[in-house]
């Protein structure tokens, strides 16, 4: 009964664990306080960076009437107006107002109390903060958002007059763009419950003791068939059970959404093949044959008892376990057409001999050899109560003797199962910290002051240049917190090329992969590790052109040649 207890926990601790480390709330918004003055500047900024790196191709007097970024010449005013159109919402009170106050201290890296700092985005989202749908002011939101657009622009005038209006950009983020940028506590929600209940399944499957081993009969113990079956059917049908989560992680709403359930099915039906292994186990450790004078009684899965008497034995025959034929002929038939499927035809030809017990009724009762203790005092019993025994079951039952206990065995399993807690344990644990939950932020009331870097200026006129119209320009005097510098240009200029070189080597490499039946493992990984580097290129050009990472920093470049 033990065995058949500690096999359900360890299965039901594993399949929940996993569901719930991998199950996403997608119900996030990243919210965002606009500077506009900041955007107008980043905006001109790409524009003379985008012309830096195609002067020395097209040269100066091409270049000289483009602008890329027209729309910023204007007045702020007329600037905002074009961002924000069909997509405004206008909200006004201390509330808020004591939001946006929040909001902005808080990606200003002067957040009012740790909850909020915990909200804050990571890395290249680390000017936004991240807060459920299910906030009371932005449940407002919900009624006002423009149709067909996962962005809107939240106008909130202020209470006092003469203080311009604040704005906060609020996006309905994608799964990949939360996995990417927002903490790990708030994506997943109930990762630390998952990996705690991970960690309880496998203290309990190590922990629990095992049963007394019986002083006589025919049974198998853990230590022959236990641990390393069960340990395939954990990384088996936990790997399976798990992929769909992961697939359809940046795609869909999970394992059950109407376009990925198939894939769910296949997948989980792979799990459960490896998870009958459970079942097998549990099957064989729980299986339990004793005699006296009046009979033999075979127990099974801990309570499932079936007594026969001495006459209804018929004789004790030889019994050999192998695979389905129609299984074996199918995996030969796998392994005319793919060499590589010959190992496991060959595997698939092994046989466990055993013993079966023939009743006079015409039931029988099969006994494996492998990992069996107990046959050599049940093939006296049997000659002493005059069954009959095959000659060719004899020399199998008088070479499985009884039971002794054996301290390698225990100092064996005592390793083992210190190497599990610390191989799993202690990253489960550390698993579970990094993802506890924090408490949800304090909305507080309060109202704009009359300074703020992140309020639109009031608009000014600027001298035009000579044979120009005059024409109201924003306020950016106020230079960008990394201004253009040569350095930068040519960084940006070294990071093109070595994208273009890599999706050159990319188009090689689309030829090379092969099909899914012959896969070129070698391109397969070349590819992967382009992707990859392509990505980091890709961040570090954004970071370089928003003067987030100073040049001085950045990494040499790399030709996809020496990777």
């Known amino acids: 009964m033990r065995e058949t207890l500690r096999r359900v926990v360890a299965a039901f601790c594993l399949y929940a ?7 996403p709330d997608h119900h996030l918004l990243e919210v965002e306080p606009v500077n506009w003055q900041q955007k107008v500047g980043a905006e001109q900024q790409h524009s003379e960076n985008v012309k830096g ?25 007329e600037y905002i107006a074009q961002e924000t159109e069909g997509r405004l919402i206008t909200v006004s009170g201390a509330d808020w107002e004591g939001l946006w106050n929040d909001i902005a201290a808080t990606v200003t890296d002067q957040a009012p109390s740790e909850a909020w700092a915990a909200t804050r985005g990571l890395d290249y989202r680390a000017d936004a903060v991240y807060l459920p749908t299910t906030t009371p002011l932005l449940q407002q939101l919900t009624r006002q958002w423009p149709e067909d657009s996962l962005l809107s622009y939240v106008r909130i005038t202020p209470e006092k007059s003469g203080i311009p209006p604040r704005y906060l950009s609020v996006y309905q983020a994608s799964p990949m763009d939360l996995r990417e940028g927002a903490p790990t506590h708030l994506v997943y929600p109930y990762r630390t419950f998952g990996a705690m209940l991970l960690l309880a399944g496998l203290l309990f499957y190590i922990l629990l003791p095992h049963a007394t081993p019986p002083e006589s009969g025919v049974f198998y113990l853990a230590q022959a068939v236990g641990w390393l079956p069960d340990l395939l059917a954990t990384l088996g049908s936990g790997c399976f059970f798990a992929m769909p989560f992961l697939i359809t992680a940046d795609a869909a ?10 894939l769910t099915v296949v997948m989980w039906f792979i799990g459960a093949i490896f998870a009958s292994i459970f079942v097998i186990t549990t ?11 009046s009979g033999i009684s075979i127990t099974t899965w801990g309570f499932s008892r079936r007594d026969m008497r001495r ?5 004790i025959d030889v019994y050999v376990q192998q695979m389905p034929r129609w299984l074996r002929v199918l995996a ?15 595997l698939l030809e092994q046989t466990d001999p055993g013993f079966s017990i023939l009743l006079t009724n015409g039931t029988r009762f099969s006994f494996t050899g492998d990992g069996m203790w107990g046959g050599s005092s049940f093939l006296a019993w049997s000659d002493s109560q005059g069954v009959p025994v095959n000659p060719g079951v004899r020399p199998l039952l008088e070479s499985h003797a009884d039971y002794s206990p054996s301290r390698a065995g225990r100092v064996i399993s005592i390793i083992f199962a210190v190497l599990i807690l610390i191989g799993a344990g202690w990253p489960l644990t550390k698993f579970a910290m990094a993802s506890l939950p924090q408490p949800q932020p304090e909305f507080r009331a309060g109202s704009f002051s009359e300074q703020s870097d992140l309020a639109p200026p009031s608009p000014a006129l600027q001298q035009p240049a000579a044979g120009q119209q005059p024409v109201e320009q924003p306020m950016t005097e106020k230079q960008p917190e990394k201004p253009v510098t040569p350095e930068m240009l040519a960084r940006e200029r070294e990071i093109m090329k070595e994208i273009a070189a890599i999706r050159d080597e990319l188009k090689v490499l689309q030829k090379e992969i092969g099909t899914i039946s012959n896969p070129n493992a070698v391109a397969i990984e070349k590819t992967q590790q382009a992707m990859k580097r392509l990505a980091e290129l ?14 001085e920093q950045s990494p040499e470049p790399k030709s996809p040649q020496e990777k």
């Open 17 to 23: 664990g996993i569901a719930l480390c991998l199950t």
């Open 332 to 346: 030969w038939i796998i392994s005319i057409f793919n060499w590589r499927a010959t190992s496991s035809a060959l």
């Open 283 to 293: 099957w064989y450790q729980t299986r339990h044959l004793t005699w006296d004078d």
């Open 311 to 315: 006459d209804e034995l018929e004789m």
């Open 538 to 551: 890709q961040k570090e050009f954004e970071a370089v052109r928003s003067g987030k990472t100073p040049v």
């Open 253 to 262: 709403g999970g394992p059950f959404d109407p376009g990925w359930w198939p």
């Open 53 to 77: 790196i195609m002067e020395p191709y097209v040269g100066h007097d091409m270049l000289k009437d483009v602008d890329l970024a027209s729309e910023t010449r204007g007045t702020i005013a």
